[in-house]
């Protein structure tokens, strides 16, 4: 993650969370739902690396549904910012978790030994990284055989209606955001607008991750991409 990404991040993190709910009308909470719903398996043992955890909220719903899914899991959630770690420490401090363990790291050089995780997620980070194909090679190379990728992030909505609203509401999101960090803001609307789901999961393809598929969450503005590793 380049310096300037680092530097927006280190300028929202005390707001960060509050816009997200804010600009998405809280529906950014069922978009982490739905990643934790495919990440967690019902009863079972595993391993999760959240890739640029942020303020920590996915970590924390696949701590609340492995526990409501009688499943055990140990959550490694990775960030580059460390203003944002220390919101993520805090909050599931504040909520009584204790089973995530937060780490420094960068996504396109994880520290991780190969094969070591059985999940990788990662929510709305996809946009920030300056090398998917790097990214993806690290996330296909930490992960155990059979091992899978859930991934989530926005991009234009694929219905022309979707796209004309979102063409409305960037405006709304940049004017509001200029509060904040108008190059935060400017940077949020305009790398949804330029990113490219179908290069994305060329990208995961071409590294070697196999059964892919890709769906719209709920507004069609997010979507999620699910890969695995060869068993």
């Not at 929202?12 to 950014?28: A, C, E, P």
């Not at 909220?57 to 220390?86: P, Y």
């Not at 599931?92 to 070591?116: H, P, Q, T, V």
């Not at 330029?194 to 709920?218: C, P, T, V, W, Y």
Request: aromatic share 10%; charged share 25%.
């Amino acid at each position: 993650m380049s310096d300037r990404i680092n530097a927006i991040f280190s300028s929202v993190y005390r707001r960060y969370d509050l816009m997200n709910h804010l600009f998405s009308l809280g529906i950014d909470k069922s978009w982490r739902s739905a990643a934790a719903a495919e990440a967690v398996s019902p009863g079972a043992t595993m391993s999760v690396l959240d890739v640029a955890t942020g303020t920590g909220d996915l970590a924390i719903a696949i701590s609340k549904l492995a526990a409501k899914r009688r499943a055990s899991v140990s959550i490694t959630a990775m960030d580059f910012n460390k203003d944002m770690l220390g919101v993520a420490k805090t909050k599931a401090s504040r909520l009584g978790i204790n089973a995530i363990k937060f780490e420094e790291g960068d996504a396109l050089s994880m520290k991780y030994e190969s094969n070591s995780f059985d999940v990788l997620v990662s929510a709305f980070a996809l946009r920030n990284f300056d090398d998917l194909a790097k990214f993806s090679s690290e996330a296909l190379r930490v992960l155990k055989p059979g091992g899978r990728a859930v991934l989530v992030d926005m991009a234009l909505p694929d219905s022309r209606l979707g796209r004309h609203f979102f063409a409305g509401y960037s405006k709304l999101m940049k004017a509001a955001g200029s509060y904040v960090s108008k190059d935060a803001y400017s940077w949020l609307v305009y790398s949804i607008g330029k990113f490219d789901k179908g290069k994305l999961m060329q990208i995961l393809g071409d590294a070697g991750f196999e059964h892919l598929s890709i769906k719209s969450l709920r507004s069609g503005m997010a979507f999620m991409a699910c890969g695995a590793k060869r068993s």
